[in-house]
């Protein structure tokens, strides 16, 4: 590549750059980013991701275990057997725990890793697609990733999906290479590049290992490479670098809950299997109609490494993935290959003076980019609102409420452990008992947009109404409760019997 073009790549990445960098400090942490903080506040403490968290055990999915009694009416389900966290895979809250140890805990050096990440996607997208097109498109896919609203959006999260993005990426540019060039050192790196993809998604690891070897095998039906040296080290360092793992925190006890809103998966694979019936549908009437033959024939292009991988990927995930989990997230590892396969199939439009064949596919992944990831698909991204957090951190030091004070909250219980430095806990899984004896101040707190059964049916199905409302009577039970709303927030501010306040 002539020296305009790396030119022209350098001006890409540092416009993808500022785009995730600037503001990066705002909005303030939603859920999922918090809890990713909290286990990286654990390895700073005590060096793994676990249970605990100022005493309060944590809590994320549906209840469904009982617990012996006391202030528990419920176990987490996400611990369940395991004081380990092990539903996702450390490497994240590393990263996140050394951004905080360099320049401390803030919503800037949690999402800092992410973003540094993200730079590199960008580069690997440039390289992966010159490997199947031109100059020319790969600089245009790299242009197209870079200001891709979708991929701004989840790489400058404090969550594992940049880094996920990255690792499929590289990953798939690294086999391929080995593919291409039959050199030992690419399948070794392919396995070192496995491993960190198992300790940042395994359901995601699992789908790149599926696609890998059933790629590898429809290419070369002669199984070669069991007699390759380096392909038994590589399966020798990544069993012993993950199975200790496996056992340690238990993962074999993860438990049936994940199969417990399966329609949501059922939705993901209606989509797709409506997909390939339209494009038959679509070749049928126009053969019908023309009677000219319509050739896909997408196996026999170069790209199909590409097409193989996405569709695969996309149909595994809506399969193995918990229902619960199943929204636009998921699917960020399909963001670079639309964006791919987007970029190539405008261009050949043009090119080929409107094609039809190349209007279908691009309408094709145009429709999964917009069903995957925009609000006017069946899977959307959710708009947080942080203004109620802020005003409970306002309301705590105005009336100077001790960082010991216990704080219930109905849901989001993870970014006000943040931003307090109070215990908090969710009102769901602890038991009346508890509640009605608690012996000091307690204060509950809830979003005014969303009623807190509502939120409340991620913990309790349809049962929450009720569940709701049997806790809120045992924690106002003999006690003062002064309720404060103010910014979208609803605060009890409640004192036991005698009690004074501060």
């Known amino acids: 590549m002539k020296k305009g073009g790396w030119l022209i790549l350098l001006l890409i990445i540092f416009f993808g750059f500022f785009l ?13 980013e918090a809890e990713s903080a909290i286990y990286a506040f654990q390895i700073l403490d005590q060096g793994y991701p676990h249970s605990e968290f100022r005493g309060e055990t944590l809590y994320e999915n549906k209840l469904i275990f009982l617990a012996d009694g006391g202030k528990y009416q419920y176990q987490s389900t996400n611990f369940f057997g395991s004081r380990y966290e092990k539903n996702k895979g450390w490497l994240p809250y590393y990263l996140m725990a050394l951004s905080f140890k360099v320049l401390g805990a803030s919503n800037f ?9 993200s730079v590199l996607t960008i580069i690997l997208v440039f390289f992966l697609t010159k490997e199947f097109f031109s100059i020319g498109l790969s600089l245009s896919a790299a242009f197209l990733y870079a200001i891709n609203y979708a991929a701004i959006y989840y790489e400058r999260q404090a969550r594992y999906y940049s880094l996920e993005i990255f690792l499929v990426i590289i990953n798939l540019y690294l086999f391929y290479l080995f593919l291409k060039t039959k050199k030992d050192k690419f399948l070794f790196l392919t396995s070192v590049g496995l491993i960190l993809l198992f300790y940042t998604h395994i359901v995601i690891f699992l789908t790149l290992v599926a696609f890998l070897a059933g790629y590898y095998f429809c290419e070369n039906r002669n199984f070669l490479i069991f007699k390759n040296k380096i392909f038994w080290l590589s399966a020798a360092v990544f069993l012993v670098l993950t199975i200790p793992w496996l ?15 399966f329609r949501y998966n059922l939705l993901m ?16 009437l126009y053969q019908y109609l023309t009677k000219k033959k319509f050739k896909l024939n997408l196996q ?3 790209f199909f490494y590409l097409i193989f991988f996405l569709v695969l990927s996309t149909v595994m995930i809506s399969l193995i993935l918990p229902g619960e989990s199943l929204a636009s997230r998921a ?8 964006t791919i396969f987007l970029a190539y199939y405008f261009f050949q439009i043009f090119s080929s003076f409107f094609a039809f064949k190349n209007l279908v596919l691009f309408g094709l992944f145009f429709v999964w980019f917009i069903f995957l990831f925009s609000t006017w698909g069946l899977i959307f991204n959710q708009d947080y609102n942080f203004d109620w957090i802020k005003a409970l951190v306002d309301y705590l030091k105005s009336e100077n409420i001790s960082a010991d004070t216990l704080i219930l909250s109905a849901y989001e219980q993870f970014p006000l452990m943040f931003y307090t430095k109070n215990p908090v806990q969710a009102i769901w899984p602890l038991s009346c008992e508890f509640l009605k004896n608690y012996p000091q101040r307690l204060i509950f707190v809830r979003k ?18 009720d569940k709701f409302f049997e806790l809120f009577s045992c924690f106002t039970y003999n006690k003062n409760c002064l309720m404060i709303g103010k910014n979208g927030v609803i605060i009890y501010d409640c004192l036991a019997k005698g009690e004074e306040k501060n």
């Open 109 to 117: 050096s949690a999402r800092l890793p992410s973003v540094l990440i």
């Open 20 to 32: 995730r960098i600037r503001n990066l400090s705002e909005p303030y942490l939603w859920q999922d």
């Open 331 to 338: 699917f960020v590892i399909c963001l670079p290959f639309l």
């Open 247 to 261: 056992y340690w925190v238990k993962f074999s006890q993860v438990s049936s809950y994940a199969f417990s809103r």
């Open 269 to 284: 694979l209606f989509f797709i299997s409506l997909n390939l019936l339209i494009l038959a549908a679509i070749k049928f």
């Open 300 to 302: 026999k292009e170069k």
């Open 448 to 465: 005014v947009s969303v009623p807190p059964e509502v939120t409340g049916g991620f913990f309790f199905g349809e049962r929450a109404s």
